[in-house]
């Protein structure tokens, strides 16, 4: 053999199988989830038409009480002999502190009182319509939550967005109106039946109704800073007031958490496009629960009103545990018409029993405002 002729060795390379690399590629990246197909929904939403309209009379209305309430305090004030308008008793909407204080009196001595007890009403109505709705007097009646969406959807229209604020943060200003609400709880609830007797007769509980009509009247400068700090915060953050600071809205969630009703998902329908967790007001994960049981659901129904598939979005009655049957939905119009029967039914009892208006003279009144 020639010494010059360099020895080559040759080693033959087995020729891999291409779908065996195929196979290779495909187990080393995660498996792409399949969409879904989206089953469009046929019907038409009209609950944001319905509620939107309940807001709009329940907003009206109570301008028309404020006004009213405004001239009949104003003929006392001007000194007139005899009071030709009469009081509206609808006002005491607006002191919750006396309905709470009157409804614990009640529940204390069975005898509705006498002074304020149309605010003792108003607020079982409010109880009754987010025990069976969820808290749906938030998102459907009170004036103050509607102002408030005014606020944050002109917000949106000029910048563009609103902001959320960290989940730190958002759970912990979120507690402030808990904390709100267990200090008059327990303020209320350590009154007996006398002491809260007393101070509704006294001259500030008596009047209370005009003492806040002059909050607003004669506003003191740190009064009127802070709600113009509550209206820029509105402005960017949803519902400012009512997911942090109204202790009404936590009192009316809590009661709402033992509601027969709740927003339920249907998981096998949904096309995970997460349209209903944007829309929440609340900023829910509604995309990622099958039911939504947070006391921060206001039963809006924003969140049915975007999902885009089929049967997948309702307001529905609770599964009963064992039952093999879905629970049963509740259509919009059952919603709007419960709400306004539970309202107006409350209202026209306490009206017809002649349980509505406080029975306080018109000279005593004259003689407190006048003071």
């Not at 007139?80 to 614990?104: D, F, T």
């Not at 607003?216 to 009064?223: L, N, P, S, V």
Request: charged fraction near 15%.
């Amino acid at each position: 053999m020639d010494g010059n002729v360099e020895t080559q060795t040759q080693i033959e390379i087995p020729e891999i199988p291409v779908t065996l690399l195929t196979r290779t590629s495909e187990a080393a990246s995660p498996i792409a989830k399949p969409r879904k197909k989206l089953v469009r929904r046929s019907d038409h939403d009209y609950s944001q038409t319905a509620r939107r309209s309940l807001q709009a009379a329940f907003l009206l209305l109570n301008l028309w009480l404020g006004v009213v309430f405004y001239f009949w305090v104003r003929q006392f004030e001007a000194g007139g002999a005899k009071a030709s308008l009469c009081r509206p008793a609808g006002v005491e909407g607006w002191l919750p502190i006396a309905g709470l204080m009157n409804l614990r009196y009640f529940l204390l001595t069975h005898h509705v009182p006498a002074v304020h007890p149309a605010a003792m009403f108003l607020l079982t109505a409010f109880l009754a319509i987010s025990f069976l709705f969820r808290k749906a007097f938030c998102s459907w009646l009170c004036p103050v939550g509607t102002i408030s969406e005014y606020f944050w959807q002109a917000g949106r229209k000029v910048f563009r967005r609103n902001f959320q604020l960290p989940r730190w943060l958002d759970l912990g200003l979120r507690s402030l109106k808990y904390l709100l609400l267990g200090f008059f709880v327990w303020a209320v609830g350590s009154m007996s039946a006398g002491d809260i007797a007393s101070f509704m007769s006294g001259p500030y509980g008596l009047i209370a109704d005009v003492r806040m009509l002059n909050f607003f009247r004669h506003i003191g400068e740190t009064a009127a800073i802070v709600l113009g700090l509550l209206v820029v915060a509105s402005i960017f953050v949803q519902n400012f007031w009512c997911r942090y600071l109204c202790p009404y809205g936590a009192l009316l969630g809590l009661t709402a958490l033992a509601s027969p009703t709740r927003i339920r998902r249907n998981a096998e329908s949904c096309i995970d496009c997460a349209k209903c967790a944007k829309a929440c007001p609340s900023a829910l994960p509604v995309d990622k629960l099958i039911s939504i049981k947070s006391a921060e659901c206001t039963g809006c129904l924003e969140c049915v009103a975007v999902c885009p598939a089929k049967d997948t979005l309702s307001l529905s009655l609770v599964k009963v545990p064992g039952a093999t049957a879905e629970p049963g939905r509740v259509p919009v119009w059952a919603m709007a018409a419960g709400i306004a029967i539970l309202f107006f039914g409350i209202v026209g009892f306490a009206k017809s029993s002649g349980f509505w208006d406080s029975r306080v003279p018109a000279a005593i009144y004259r003689e407190l405002i006048l003071r």
